[in-house]
C-alpha cells in the first residue's frame, strides 16, 4: 500500500530563512508525488506536482521539489521563506495521477520575523 | 469564478446527534470529493461522486455516513449518530473531468463531544 511520511510535524524558520520540509514515500511503482498547502481559513492548494521527466519540480510562490527516487524522497525547497508562507503544508503520492492519493499527515511551518 | 465552498465552517454536536456537512464544487465541476482529516493524522480519501453517481465509496468508514449528490451539483454528508471519533476536519474538492486536478475547499472542523 501507497503511504507517505512526513517526519516534521512542526518546524520554525526565521523570515528570510531557507527551508526544507522533508517527505518520504512508499509507492511500488513509479509514483505521482504532490505537495500542497493550506493556509488558514483556505483549502488546500496545490504547490507543485511530480509526474515524470526532471526530477527537479518548480511550483508556485517560489517553491521546488526534488524526486529522488533511490531515497524515496520528494523534498520541498524554497531559498527564502516569507512571512506569508507560514502554513501547512502536505506531501502526497498517488499511483493515478490527481486519483487515489494519499497524503502525509502535515508539516506547520511558523515564520517568526 | 466561485472556488469549491463548505458550510458550515465549524460544527460542534453531541455524542449521537446528527450533523449535515454541504459542499458546493466549482460549477460545472463532474466530479466532488469528499476527504477527512483527523486531529493529528493524514488527510484520508472518503468517497467520490460522479455527477450524482457515487463512483468511488471505498474510504467511507461505516454506515453512520451517508453522502448525497441529488441533481449532480451540490452535496451533503450526513454522520448519523455521531461519535467522538468522527471530529476532525472535512474537506470537499471538486474537478472538472476524472484526473484533473482537485480543487480543495476550506473544510468543514467537526467537533463530537
Known sequence: AQSVTQPDIHITVSEGASLELRCNYSYGATPYLFWYVQSPGQGLQLLLKYFSGDTLVQGIKGFEAEFKRSQSSFNLRKPSVHWSDAAEYFCAVGGGGYQKVTFGTGTKLQVIP | ?113
Open chain 2, 1 to 113: 469564478e466561485a472556488g469549491v465552498t463548505q458550510f458550515p465552517s465549524h460544527s460542534v454536536i453531541e455524542k449521537g446527534q446528527t450533523v449535515t456537512l454541504r459542499c458546493d464544487p466549482i460549477s460545472g465541476h463532474d466530479n466532488l470529493y469528499w476527504y477527512r482529516r483527523v486531529m493529528g493524522k493524514e488527510i484520508k480519501f472518503l468517497l467520490h461522486f460522479v455527477k450524482e453517481s457515487k463512483q468511488d465509496e471505498s474510504g467511507m468508514p461505516n454506515n453512520r455516513f451517508l453522502a448525497e449528490r441529488t441533481g449532480g451539483t451540490y452535496s451533503t454528508l450526513k454522520v448519523q449518530p455521531a461519535e467522538l471519533e468522527d471530529s476532525g476536519v472535512y474537506f470537499c474538492a471538486s474537478s472538472q473531468d476524472w484526473g484533473d486536478e482537485q480543487f480543495f475547499g476550506p473544510g468543514t472542523r467537526l467537533t463530537v463531544l
